[in-house]
């Protein structure tokens, strides 16, 4: 039972730590900039896809930062398309992930699947590296945790340099900030080209892990990363944003975790995208929930005392 436990602990852990990166992404762009990208989806294949295509060319490093730079592209597509042409930031996401469904099966050579399993990967040179040490089992998670401790290290710093900090003022207040002579139209362009890269990023290191990328790789990650961030928030607050950034990874793991389970108790493929709404029904409502929850108490026992006081009068 133990045994059976730690397994889908360390399945949901590399799958989290993964998808983190993407939760990070939202972290940015949703929680700092106020800008709820639904072009993440469709982000997270086109990482996935290049990282795939470079890495089966025999570049496995260069894929990394190809996937990182498809996902700036990306971004900056979506920022463009809200600021300069003043189409609705949910509109723009869903104008430019429908337009990278095409996009992505081009680069995976008019095809919808890529399979990577004779393909040297960033994982398989991290097991060579790790062969014969009492490490060489968690080669995955290692990778994963890398990348996932350079992105909050990122992120904790460059949040409080100049530029941060006015993508976060963006975030707060875009009036006072323009009011403040600096240009809101500049930040969230750079603010959305890093999120996207973190997505890119982490649909790569997914594509990667698995040995295979389809067109359907990342549906439903923007689901995924919402949920995640929100149970993340639920045990960080407002706090500092290294906290916070820990929080979201935190979240990402407790999902996976879920999802694992569900797998584990052998739940249909087609129910996991039901367990991922409910989580997010459950994560957005549940602070509103608890906060209502005295009122709640009191108006029942308030009801119940006239209902006392009926039966009362009626004797």
Not at 22 to 33: E, I, K, N, P, Q
Not at 111 to 132: D, I, P, Q
Not at 137 to 148: D, N
Not at 154 to 180: E, H, Q, W
């Amino acid at each position: 039972m133990l045994t059976s436990f730690l397994g889908l602990a360390q399945t949901a852990l590399e799958l989290g730590l993964i998808s983190s990166l993407t939760v990070l992404a939202l972290f940015l762009s949703y929680s700092m900039l106020n800008v709820c990208d639904l072009s993440t989806d469709g982000c997270f294949t086109l990482g996935a896809a290049v990282g795939a295509a470079v890495a089966i060319a025999g570049h496995p490093y260069l894929s990394v930062p190809a996937a990182m730079g498809a996902g700036i592209l990306s971004g900056f597509v979506t920022a463009v398309l809200q600021t300069k042409m003043g189409v609705d930031s949910l509109l723009a996401g869903i104008i430019v992930n429908t337009a990278l469904y095409s996009i992505n099966i081009a680069v995976m050579g008019n095809s919808s699947l890529l399979n990577m399993n004779k393909t040297e990967t960033v994982f398989t040179k991290a097991k060579e590296l790790l062969e014969g040490g009492p490490l060489s089992g968690q080669y995955k998670v290692i990778v994963a945790l890398a990348a996932v401790a350079m992105v909050i290290l990122f992120l904790s710093l460059f949040l409080r340099t100049r530029l941060g900090l006015a993508i976060r003022a963006t975030g707060n207040n875009p009036d006072m900030v323009r009011s403040s002579s600096i240009n809101p139209v500049f930040t969230t362009i750079v603010g959305l080209c890093i999120a996207n890269a973190f997505t890119g990023l982490s649909g790569c290191l997914l594509a990667q892990s698995q040995k295979s990328v389809n067109i359907d790789i990342g549906s439903g990650m923007v689901t995924i990363a919402l949920a995640s961030l929100l149970i993340g928030n639920s045990f960080t607050g407002r706090g500092k944003i290294p906290t916070r950034a820990v929080g979201a990874v935190l979240g990402a793991f407790i999902f996976r975790l879920v999802y694992t389970i569900a797998l584990r108790f052998n739940m249909p493929a087609f129910m996991l995208k039901l367990v991922s709404s409910t989580i997010v029904v459950i994560a957005i409502s549940g602070p509103y929930l608890k906060k209502q929850l005295p009122m709640i108490k009191r108006r029942m026992s308030h009801r119940s005392g006239r209902l006392r006081a009926d039966e009362y009068a009626q004797k």
